[in-house]
């Protein structure tokens, strides 16, 4: 089975521009959630995606939104980027809903940078 | 505020050692702790996880040890090889709610000398 893929892999953008950052889980996993990894605050839960309804958000503003597909593709959107936006953004693909499946698999992320 | 507190932050073992990190949560209602494993420029990896109805789990030279009274697991890595050397992670979730969102410690940078 193929992973979870994330593009594109770097983005550089300046002060103001929004930024879409898209996310195909692995095949028949349903959920897809997002994170956001900083050196300062680490791994941070952003939202989750599931049957093209959103689950559950973290504690960002509302320039961080999401939306997921039929086919469950996901994309991520940030609008008007600070500098402090700049992070590595993960996705992550889980089955959700199968019994005894925990496991939250992790694409490679996408490195934003912010100017 | 950090639901998931991690320690060390870094940590250097020689090559055969042991390595140990150390986490601890306050939310009674988790009840799944994975540990991921991320090299640089890699997303994070599930190496090993665990439910707090058990209180040992073992898998190859990775075992997590859970004490659900004192809401603290840690992860051992025995006989440390170069290859082990990452950074290391320790999650936690609640399924009561139907929620999957993962808190997730600091992190430990482990660097094993050969």
């Known amino acids: 089975k193929a992973g979870v893929t994330q593009t594109p892999r770097y983005l550089i953008k300046t002060r103001g521009q929004q930024v879409t950052l898209s996310c195909s889980p692995i095949s028949g996993h349903r959920s897809v959630s997002w994170y956001q990894q900083t050196p300062g605050q680490g791994l941070q839960f952003l939202f989750e995606y599931f049957s093209e309804t959103q689950r559950n958000k973290g504690n960002f503003p509302g320039r961080f939104s999401g939306r997921q597909f039929s086919n469950s593709r996901s994309e991520m959107n940030v609008s008007t980027l600070e500098l402090g936006d700049s992070a590595l953004y993960l996705c992550?693909?889980?089955?959700?809903?199968?019994?005894?499946?925990?496991?939250?698999?992790f694409g490679p992320g996408t490195r934003l940078t912010v100017l | 505020q950090q639901q998931v507190k991690q320690s060390p932050q870094s940590l250097i073992v020689q090559k055969g050692g042991i390595s140990i990190i150390n986490c601890a949560y306050e939310?009674?209602?988790?009840?799944?702790f994975p540990w991921y494993q991320q090299f640089p420029g890699k997303g994070p990896a599930l190496l090993i996880a665990i439910r707090p109805d058990v209180s040992e789990k073992k898998e190859g030279r990775f075992t997590i040890s859970f004490n659900k009274s004192a809401k603290q697991f840690s992860l051992h890595i025995m006989d440390s090889q170069p290859g082990d050397s990452a950074t290391y992670f320790c999650a936690a979730t609640s399924h009561l709610s139907n929620d999957y969102k993962l808190s997730f410690g600091a992190g430990t940078t482990v660097t094993v000398r050969a």
């Open positions: 939310n009674t209602a988790f009840d799944y």
């Open positions: 992550a693909s889980h089955p959700r809903g199968a019994s005894g499946t925990d496991t939250q698999y």
